[in-house]
């Protein structure tokens, strides 16, 4: 079964995990932990999570920003068997993820590939709007 396990810097996480329940119910295979709100460590609730994580699990870690603090103590946790790390994480990535019951290293790759797609900067297409406006007015 594939475990995911999705931490950042502030209350990121939990608002990721937040808009996965309101969109697709809640899903008790994602474990979050919100660091630097309080006095917790990303490693203290690393270590509780893998408590409850087989042999037989993937575990899939998700920071939020690669390099930083939070991806800094996951990384020391890719010994662990099964484990993977993908930092950067978004919410079309989770949403993807939180639908699947395990997957392959060539179908993670593809799914960071695609929730990199949804960044994007979005334009106002001028000429639907002088479309409409035509409609409206003429």
Do not use: W
């Amino acid at each position: 079964m594939l475990k995911i396990f999705i931490s950042s810097h502030g209350h990121f996480a939990s608002g990721i995990k937040s808009s996965v329940e309101i969109l697709m119910g809640p899903n008790p295979r994602i474990t979050v932990f919100d660091a630097y709100v309080d006095q917790d460590s990303v490693q203290e609730h690393l270590d509780a999570f893998y408590e409850n994580v087989s042999e037989d699990d993937q575990v899939l870690l998700l920071s939020d920003l690669y390099g930083g603090s939070v991806n800094q103590v996951m990384y020391t946790y890719l010994l662990k068997p099964n484990t993977r790390l993908v930092a950067g994480v978004n919410l079309a990535l989770v949403l993807e993820l939180a639908v699947k019951e395990e997957i392959s290293d060539e179908e993670l790759s593809e799914l960071v590939e695609q929730s990199r797609s949804m960044l994007r900067v979005v334009e106002l297409d001028k000429s639907e709007v002088v479309e409409e406006l035509s409609d409206d007015f003429f």
